[in-house]
């Protein structure tokens, strides 16, 4: 008798998810906790492995299709686990023009990206046709969609199939629109984002950091430190701890408000805003207040590399009392975050300019970075929100006094 495949708990509130990509066929062999297909989540991507070695018989959801927890959406026959090497090997099955079609040998099919697939389908091209450069040789839709304008380009001496299909008509060439549905996470991305404008009285305020001290202080420790820890001592750490020893301060800003009441948390849990292959995700450091730089920063790494390879998982995205965004690494210069609730403040860092400083009385060309606190004000007074960011210029501007405490 086969074996369902269902959709399982998700996280705390997830209650639908899509389907992304199958990388295993109807007729196709899978053994045991071997990937069968991706879901989506409104928080992060997962991967569904197979619950025993057998046969894939049916799929019953297809790719961007929505399924709500504990949804069957696939059977698998059971059977001995297919010999190395040959797991994609796949029974003969009728033939149709799609993205989906297996490999003709026992070498792993790269992953495809459910937009790259829609891109393939449309054009009647198979995975196998294109090299991914995505992490992990995942297909991307900028693949996809290089391959099928390389055949457009083609010149076209005589008849030949249309296996590309042509573009949506319009009045001018050179003006085609693509219409992609939205993920679950950029769906919930925006509604949260929206929610947080329309129920939050959100205020900006500014600061600039001098960073001489810590640039020097990174500069006279960064080999020791990276000898001694095994991983490089960033400017993120600075913050974290800075933003620590300001919310201690500052407890407003670390609080939330829950019906009439105002809750004040006693620890410290931050969200790190890190890009990821699907997107911004904000894992959590909890109880930074009890990490050291080494423990920030090698965390901090840790959830970038998994955040590229959608493994961050959905309860290091969960909770967080504050978050620091960091807009420097693309270039941004200044910002206003938006407060990701039920949080009440999130910290922007930018990136570092060299601008002239008038210093006790002279010009100085000091390296310099905008800091923005974006805080719910119905929380956070103006002089709470001015006295936080403060504490965080002196804290970064001194980094010696983040051990002193003072």
């Given at each position: 008798?086969?074996?369902?495949?269902?959709?399982?708990?998700?996280?705390?509130?997830?209650?639908e998810?899509?389907?992304?990509?199958?990388?295993?066929?109807?007729?196709?062999?899978?053994?045991?906790?071997?990937?069968?297909?991706?879901?989506?989540?409104?928080?992060?991507?997962?991967?569904?492995?197979?619950p025993?070695s057998?046969?894939?018989?049916?799929i019953?959801?297809?790719?961007?299709?929505?399924?709500?927890i504990?949804?069957?959406i696939?059977?698998?026959?059971?059977?001995?686990?297919?010999?190395?090497?040959?797991?994609?090997?796949?029974?003969?099955?009728?033939a149709?023009?799609?993205?989906?079609?297996?490999?003709?040998?026992?070498?792993?099919?790269?992953?495809?990206?459910?937009?790259?697939?829609?891109?393939?389908?449309?054009?009647?091209?198979?995975?196998?046709?294109?090299?991914?450069?995505?992490?992990?040789?995942?297909?991307?839709?900028?693949?996809?969609t290089?391959?099928?304008?390389?055949?457009?380009?083609?010149?076209?001496?005589?008849?030949r199939?249309?296996?590309?299909?042509?573009?949506?008509?319009?009045?001018?060439?050179?003006?085609?629109?693509?219409?992609?549905?939205?993920?679950?996470?950029?769906?919930?991305?925006?509604?949260n984002?929206?929610?947080?404008?329309q129920?939050?009285?959100?205020?900006?305020?500014?600061?600039e950091?001098d960073?001489?001290a810590?640039?020097?202080l990174?500069?006279r420790?960064?080999?020791?430190?990276?000898?001694?820890?095994?991983?490089?001592?960033?400017?993120?750490?600075?913050f974290?701890?800075?933003?620590?020893?300001?919310?201690?301060?500052?407890?407003?800003?670390?609080?939330?408000?829950?019906?009439?009441?105002?809750?004040?948390?006693?620890?410290?849990?931050?969200?790190?805003?890190?890009?990821g292959?699907?997107?911004l995700?904000?894992?959590?450091?909890?109880?930074a207040?009890?990490?050291?730089?080494?423990?920030i920063e090698?965390?901090?790494?840790?959830?970038?590399?998994r955040?590229?390879q959608?493994k961050?998982?959905?309860?290091?995205?969960q909770?967080?009392t504050?978050?620091?965004?960091?807009?420097?690494?693309?270039?941004?210069?200044?910002?206003?975050?938006?407060?990701?609730?039920?949080?009440?403040?999130?910290?922007?860092?930018?990136?570092?300019?060299?601008?002239?400083?008038a210093?006790?009385?002279?010009?100085?060309?000091?390296?310099?970075m905008?800091?923005?606190?974006?805080?719910?004000?119905?929380?956070?007074?103006?002089?709470?929100?001015?006295?936080?960011?403060?504490?965080?210029?002196?804290?970064?501007?001194?980094?010696?006094?983040?051990?002193?405490?003072?």
């Amino acid at each position: 008798m086969p074996v369902e495949l269902r959709i399982p708990e998700a996280g705390e509130s997830i209650s639908e998810v899509q389907i992304g990509a199958w990388r295993k066929s109807e007729g196709e062999s899978v053994a045991i906790d071997e990937v069968v297909v991706e879901i989506e989540t409104d928080k992060a991507a997962m991967e569904l492995p197979a619950p025993i070695s057998g046969r894939i018989v049916k799929i019953l959801a297809k790719e961007g299709a929505e399924a709500g927890i504990g949804d069957v959406i696939a059977l698998i026959e059971p059977g001995d686990a297919p010999p190395p090497g040959e797991s994609a090997r796949a029974a003969p099955r009728s033939a149709e023009p799609s993205a989906k079609a297996p490999a003709a040998s026992g070498v792993p099919k790269p992953p495809v990206m459910p937009a790259a697939r829609r891109v393939l389908g449309e054009a009647g091209l198979p995975a196998s046709d294109i090299e991914g450069t995505g992490p992990g040789g995942r297909i991307l839709k900028e693949d996809a969609t290089r391959l099928v304008e390389s055949i457009k380009a083609e010149p076209a001496p005589g008849p030949r199939p249309a296996r590309v299909a042509p573009p949506r008509p319009v009045d001018t060439p050179g003006r085609e629109e693509e219409p992609v549905p939205m993920t679950p996470m950029r769906k919930v991305i925006a509604r949260n984002l929206v929610a947080a404008q329309q129920n939050a009285a959100l205020l900006t305020t500014f600061n600039e950091v001098d960073m001489s001290a810590v640039i020097a202080l990174r500069k006279r420790y960064r080999d020791s430190f990276q000898l001694r820890h095994r991983v490089k001592l960033g400017f993120m750490s600075f913050f974290v701890k800075a933003s620590v020893e300001a919310l201690r301060a500052v407890p407003a800003v670390n609080a939330r408000i829950d019906g009439t009441h105002i809750v004040y948390r006693k620890y410290h849990d931050i969200g790190i805003a890190v890009g990821g292959g699907r997107g911004l995700v904000v894992p959590v450091l909890r109880n930074a207040e009890s990490m050291g730089f080494a423990d920030i920063e090698r965390a901090i790494g840790d959830f970038a590399v998994r955040a590229q390879q959608n493994k961050i998982e959905l309860s290091e995205l969960q909770g967080g009392t504050f978050t620091i965004s960091n807009g420097g690494i693309y270039g941004s210069m200044l910002s206003t975050p938006i407060v990701n609730p039920p949080q009440s403040g999130i910290l922007g860092i930018h990136a570092i300019h060299d601008r002239p400083m008038a210093v006790k009385g002279e010009v100085e060309i000091r390296p310099m970075m905008y800091v923005a606190l974006t805080y719910d004000h119905r929380i956070v007074d103006g002089r709470e929100a001015v006295t936080f960011l403060r504490r965080v210029k002196d804290l970064v501007e001194s980094p010696e006094r983040i051990w002193l405490r003072i």
